[in-house]
């Protein structure tokens, strides 16, 4: 289904020292749909595809998949969040890297995401099995940034798109972790295997 895609509003210029890409997507239609169709949106997949070694099973679709996410524990002005990807097909199949994340608003409502890979950490293949997960830490900061508007940061997201690795379509599922500041910075380690919040 096609979302309306709002662009995330002008920023100073940052050093780039990963990967990243910003996205700011709305869309009362969207969000009351199951899944998402990225169009002109390039999902974050890691380094290598989960399909091509030796042994490995075919990476998992997103119709394979079910999304949700889980809080973290807080810290002082740090927030944390574990995405979980679970196979709900009936094969095993394979998710590999860090995948793509989207926060969705209200119509009209365009909410920032600059989601940022964690640099160094080991992208392995994740064999899923019918009933098992993957998931992927994140780590964002409630400390607004200078040109941000006061405390109230960037529009608290109702839902959030996740993207599984290596596919180009979403999974809608609800935020509920609040307000993302930085202009929506987040930072994502490469999925493990696993269910529960880091």
Not at 75 to 88: F, I
């Amino acid at each position: 289904m096609d979302a309306t895609m709002a662009a995330a509003r002008p920023r100073r210029s940052r050093p780039r020292r990963h990967r990243r890409r910003t996205v700011a997507l709305t869309g009362a239609a969207a969000l009351a749909a199951g899944t998402l169709a990225l169009t002109g949106v390039t999902a974050l997949a890691g380094p290598a595809a989960a399909a091509g070694g030796a042994g490995t099973p075919p990476t998992c679709t997103t119709a394979e998949l079910t999304g949700q996410v889980l809080a973290g524990s807080p810290g002082a002005g740090q927030r944390y969040g574990t995405l979980v990807l679970t196979d709900t097909g009936h094969r095993t199949c394979a998710v590999t890297g860090y995948g793509g994340m989207a926060l969705l608003g209200a119509p009209g409502e365009g909410v920032p995401t600059d989601l940022q890979r964690v640099p160094g950490r080991p992208v392995r293949p994740v064999v899923l099995a019918p009933g098992s997960s993957a998931r992927s830490s994140l780590h964002w900061t409630v400390v607004p940034a200078d040109d941000e508007n006061g405390m109230s940061c960037e529009p608290v997201a109702p839902t959030v798109a996740i993207t599984p690795p290596d596919q180009t379509s979403a999974l809608l599922v609800p935020w509920g972790l609040g307000a993302v500041c930085q202009h929506g910075a987040i930072q994502q380690d490469p999925y493990v295997p696993g269910s529960t919040a880091f």
